[in-house]
C-alpha cells in the first residue's frame, strides 16, 4: 500500500511539473502576440458608450434569469424590477471602467 501511494505522488508530480512548464511556454509564447489587442483597448469606452451595453446585457441576464427561475416572466417580475435599475447601473459603470 505504501508504495502505491509514493507511485502516484511521483505522476501527480510529474504531471503538475509538466502543466507548470507548459503554462510557463505558453504565457512566454502569447504575451507578445497579445500585444497589438491590448494596444487597441487602450482608448477606452466613455460613459454614454457603454449605457447601450450595460443596458443590453441586464436585458438579456434578466430574461435568462426569469426563463430558468420556477415562475417564468411572470411571477418572478415584481422582484426583478426591483433590481434591474441597480444591476444596470453596476454593469454600465463596470463596462466603462474595465473597457
Avoid: H, Y
Amino acid at each position: 500500500m505504501g508504495n502505491d501511494n509514493r507511485g502516484d505522488l511521483k505522476l501527480f508530480g510529474i504531471l503538475l511539473l509538466v502543466a507548470v512548464l507548459l503554462l510557463a511556454a505558453l504565457i512566454l509564447l502569447v504575451l507578445p502576440a497579445a500585444a497589438p489587442a491590448v494596444a487597441t483597448l487602450d482608448e477606452g469606452m466613455g460613459l454614454k458608450a457603454s449605457v447601450p451595453w450595460g443596458f443590453g446585457v441586464t436585458v438579456g441576464l434578466f430574461v435568462l434569469f426569469a426563463l430558468v427561475a420556477g415562475d417564468g416572466l411572470l411571477g418572478e417580475i415584481q422582484f426583478m424590477l426591483g433590481s434591474f435599475f441597480s444591476f444596470f447601473l453596476v454593469l454600465t459603470l463596470l463596462i466603462a471602467w474595465v473597457f
